[in-house]
């Protein structure tokens, strides 16, 4: 152990703290080095190595404010929409609400032979948010002042338990739909939503349904980002 005694500072080391650069300080250099003869370093002592692992901010860093986001997910069925769904806890000076994701499954007749009548698309109104415009005729009064639409999946096989159960499927996402509602000035407060669904003709949306909305909501709060 002799050999390593010169690795530390001992006790009263009047030199300690003397002005200037000073031999007898062991910082980062011995971690990442090979200074004081240990052979135990964590990693190479090269600059780009160095430089990803030092703990010093580095001055170059860029960094922006933007307005904090927050991950909203909504999940209900056809019982749920009679009243408000309100939510665990209150969003204080939104900035936006963005429609991240939706999808809506709805049960079919149990008959295979049955007529089946499959609605186009889905209208998702959301009272805080309708910010969407159209016409009032033919059938377009419930796409006046809605929040967005979703589609209907072509690609999913409806029939899932052979001819006894049928389900259609609606979906939207951002990347498709591009909803989002702004509010200018903040909205002081978004702690419910009043949600309705219809058809394609207008007609509120009956039956057996489950319906899934995911969101990003950004309030006024600011959060920096690299």
Known sequence: MDKYNDNFVTVGDKVLYQRGPNSNLRGMNTQFGTNFGISNKIIDNNIDTYKKYDIIPDNNLKSKIINKPHKLVISFNQSHVSDPIILNEPFRDVVSVKLLNAIFIESGP?????????????TLCI???NNVYSTSTPAGN???NSFSTLEYDKTYDRDVTGNTHKVNIYKTNFGQSQDI???????N????MNISL???NSNTAAGTYNCKLEFIVETKDKLRVY
Do not use: H, Q
């Open 181 to 187: 509602r702004y509010f200018d000035p903040p909205l």
């Open 110 to 122: 149990a008959d295979a032979t049955a007529p089946l009548t499959i609605p186009t698309f889905i």
């Open 127 to 129: 009272n805080e948010l």
């Open 189 to 192: 407060s978004l702690s419910k």
């Open 142 to 144: 419930k796409l006046l």
């Open 198 to 200: 219809f058809d394609d």
